[in-house]
């Protein structure tokens, strides 16, 4: 397959022709001679070249540690498609496997798919990303592989075709905390004096509505969370009262806080930054919020984050599915929001966003028309779940041609929720018992046809095949159903978070306040202020 | 020692330094830069602060949870005690210690309650000591409060002149008197829970009975 391919330790001698081939490769972030020689030098480091008829045209290296890493792979571009590439990698796992150790990983560019593919077939799966590992905007997956007898001499049976520009990856990490190593090469392109860890640990703080919320995460890892809610007082009065939810925040803070930090096994003193809810929501409760993050920030010297909780519903995803994709159509529904944004990476572009009432809360005021419990949204999807959502048609907001013209991607539920009133209405006036099912399943579906289809067609609008939905509406089975078979059909990946994900809490502010930082946003001054309609326009308000 | 209060708007005292804003409702955005700026006129890291004293009102809501949550927030990150003082305790106090009634004088000290109302409470000079409380807090239009021999009324200019201070009183609260009254409080063993003092129970409209879409 590679006839006339030897492989041989590389020397110091080298240098100079691997310079080259990393030039070849990797262009402007190519090692320099000093960076090759220490690494060809550094203690735990194994570099290996591939010669042809004598000339070097590929050369690959890996960091011999407990869990083995691959540091580099490149050959000259006249020589690629060649299986040089994989029988490199292939020698550099069986050194590995003869260390004794029982994983190897690499990290490569997410967009670098030849390698990628390489990386599969020698049986490498990706296990997270790690973002802006290349500089700002350019992730890394990293991917593992599991050392058997196999694995460590992989079996030649698996012919996947050769990657087609590969093997031009994986590209080196921008920084090794090698142990005894002298200076370690930098690849990142854009060095930055104070750069921000790629995985920042945040604390995220809600309290914009009924929650009080504390969540810390690890990049978009979870650790730990702590959450109050004074949804039972306000119960009765059927709807949030702010001063009791206020009252109930001050109360709450220091113990969610404190139960964040314990089941994530972290002390304040550890974190790099604080992120919080500055709008929109009840004022009374956002300023609660608000305060103890900018006291957290002095008292620790960190930076603080104020966050958008619209946009932090849609980025609340991360925490389960990895991160969004450089472009993703965002559905934001909840008892208070209804907001279709586009997201690309820390830039928010407000598409659409309820005229009159959100749809959760559409559905709370039919849940009081028929005497359900408050909050009415779960009530009335379980009943509709038994009934037929064909029984009786009721108005799809802005979806007539003049409206669609003038709104494309706004909604507005008022009047489908007083149509469904006068419904209930002449039924009462003529004695007639509910079809409580049958109402619940036509009126979820008048809400979801509305939903799903402006959100599919702002897809196609902006060109964007990815959607997430986030808010505490997203429950709703009937969204969930519809959303996930209309993106099918449209081609599109629907990304739905767990259900603990979709209602208000800490970790989606923590979360956002971790895309923030990764996608390089300045931190908020320390007289940010809480907005009560802050618009969609900013993952982080513009300072005032 | 920092002392916090946030009955009229946010002020901050710390090793006899006071910075203060003059918005009642620039609060959030004020406080901690003014935290910041008084700790380092003083020269202080916040790293050197033994406990956070903070008025616990009767005062507007809004306000009072701020310097409440930020109090509470400092002390918990910092692993120091928060004591809470009532904020009409340390308007009593100033008022006292600036023009030393004789002992048994009536004092009231009284803050704006918004809504044509004013929280107050009554106290009774005690020469060197702070007043002791004997009447209050409560919170009422300005007609029901009790008649007394020094009036302090803190809040805007407005809001005092319908209480006719006595001249030479404090018009708000300050944040160094907050401290003074926490440590002293402390030394004597006393509970200073940090709790806000509201008087008045959640404004709850009842949902307004439904109203027919059709006739």
Redesign the interface.
């Known amino acids: 397959m590679n006839p006339g391919v030897e492989l041989r330790r590389a020397g110091v001698g080298d240098v100079p022709t691997l310079v080259e081939i990393e030039q070849a490769t990797f262009q402007a972030d190519a090692w320099n001679a000093e960076m090759v020689a220490e690494e060809l030098t550094g203690q735990g480091k194994y570099y290996i070249v591939a010669q042809l008829d004598g000339r070097v045209v590929g050369f690959a290296g890996i960091f011999l540690v407990d869990d083995p890493d691959i540091m580099t792979i490149g050959v000259l571009p006249d020589y690629r498609r060649r299986g040089i590439g994989r029988v490199m990698a292939e020698h550099l796992i069986r050194e590995a496997a003869g260390t004794g150790a029982s994983q190897v990983f690499l990290e490569v560019r997410e967009t670098n798919e030849p390698a990628i593919a390489l990386y599969r077939s020698l049986g490498f799966t990706p296990v997270r990303q790690r973002p802006n590992y290349y500089g700002p905007g350019r992730h890394a997956t990293v991917m593992r592989l599991h050392l058997t007898p196999q694995a460590a001499s992989p079996a030649p049976t698996s012919r996947s075709p050769e990657p087609h520009a590969a093997p031009q990856a994986p590209e080196p990490p921008p920084a090794l905390s090698a142990p005894q190593t002298a200076p370690t090469p930098q690849r990142a392109p854009n060095p930055t004096p104070n750069p921000t860890p790629p995985t920042p640990l945040v604390l995220g703080i809600e309290t914009s509505c009924d929650e009080t919320g504390a969540g810390i995460v690890r990049g978009f890892e979870l650790l730990g969370e702590g959450l109050a809610s004074s949804v039972e007082e306000h119960a009765r009065?059927?709807?949030v009262?702010p001063?009791?939810a206020?009252?109930a925040?001050?109360?709450a803070?220091?113990p969610v806080?404190?139960q964040a930090l314990q089941r994530a096994g972290v002390a304040?003193s550890d974190l790099d930054a604080i992120a919080v809810t500055a709008g929109p929501g009840l004022?009374?409760s956002l300023?609660?919020?608000?305060?103890?993050?900018?006291?957290?920030?002095?008292?620790?010297?960190k930076p603080l984050y104020g966050i958008n909780h619209v946009v932090a519903h849609a980025l609340a995803d991360q925490l389960v599915h990895g991160p969004l994709p450089p472009r993703t159509m965002a559905l934001v529904v909840s008892g208070g929001h209804t907001s279709l944004m586009l997201i690309e990476g820390a830039t928010i572009t407000p598409i659409g966003a309820t005229l009159d009432d959100a749809a959760g809360e559409a559905f709370d005021k039919i849940g009081?028309?028929l005497d359900l419990p408050y909050p009415g949204g779960p009530h009335i999807d379980r009943l509709a779940q038994q009934g037929d959502r064909a029984a009786y048609h009721f108005p799809r907001g802005l979806t007539r041609r003049q409206d669609l013209e003038r709104h494309p991607f706004d909604f507005s539920f008022s009047g489908l929720k007083?149509a469904v009133?006068?419904q209930i209405?002449?039924w009462m006036d003529d004695a007639v018992p509910i079809p409580t099912a049958d109402l619940s399943a036509s009126f979820s579906a008048a809400v979801s046809d509305v939903l799903v289809s402006k959100t599919v067609a702002a897809c196609r609008a902006f060109d964007v095949d990815t959607v997430v939905v986030g808010g505490g509406f997203s429950a709703n089975s009937q969204l969930r159903h519809q959303i996930a078979q209309a993106g099918e059909q449209a081609g599109l990946t629907v990304r739905i978070p767990p259900l603990s994900l979709c209602t208000d809490n800490g970790a989606m502010i923590a979360a956002a306040g971790a895309h923030a930082i990764v996608h390089g946003q300045p931190p908020s001054a320390?007289?940010?202020?809480?907005d009560s309609s802050l618009p969609t326009t900013h993952l982080t308000p513009t300072t005032? | 020692m920092l002392g916090i209060d946030t009955s009229f708007a946010a002020a901050v005292g710390v090793a006899g330094i006071v910075r203060q804003s003059e918005d009642p409702r620039g609060q959030v955005e004020q406080l901690s830069p003014l935290i910041a700026e008084a700790l380092q006129e003083a020269n202080l890291q916040v790293s050197d602060l033994s406990a956070i004293a903070a008025g616990t009102g009767p005062a507007p809501y809004t306000g009072l949870r701020i310097g409440l949550a930020t109090a509470r927030a400092l002390a918990f990150a910092l692993g120091i005690p928060v004591w809470g003082v009532p904020a009409l305790d340390a308007l009593a106090a100033d008022a006292a210690a600036r023009l030393s009634p004789p002992p048994g004088s009536r004092i009231l000290a009284a803050l704006d309650a918004k809504r044509r109302e004013t929280y107050w409470a009554l106290y009774l000079a005690a020469g060197a000591a702070p007043p002791r409380l004997t009447e209050g807090p409560a919170v009422g239009p300005p007609t029901s409060v009790p008649p007394a021999d020094v009036v302090a009324a803190g809040g805007s200019e407005e809001y005092r002149a319908a209480l006719c201070p006595t001249p030479g009183t404090p018009d708000r609260v300050n944040p160094l008197v907050v401290v003074e009254l926490a440590v002293l409080r402390a030394a004597q063993g006393l509970a200073q829970p940090s709790d806000p003092v509201y008087l008045r129970r959640p404004d709850i409209a009842p949902p307004a009975p439904r109203k027919r879409v059709t006739r």
């Open positions: 009065f059927g709807g009262i001063e009791i206020s009252r925040h001050v109360e803070m220091v806080l404190n304040l004022m009374g300023t609660v919020g608000l305060a103890t993050a900018k006291a957290l920030a002095v008292a620790l010297a009081r028309l007083t009133a006068r209405e002449s320390l007289d940010l202020g809480a005032t």
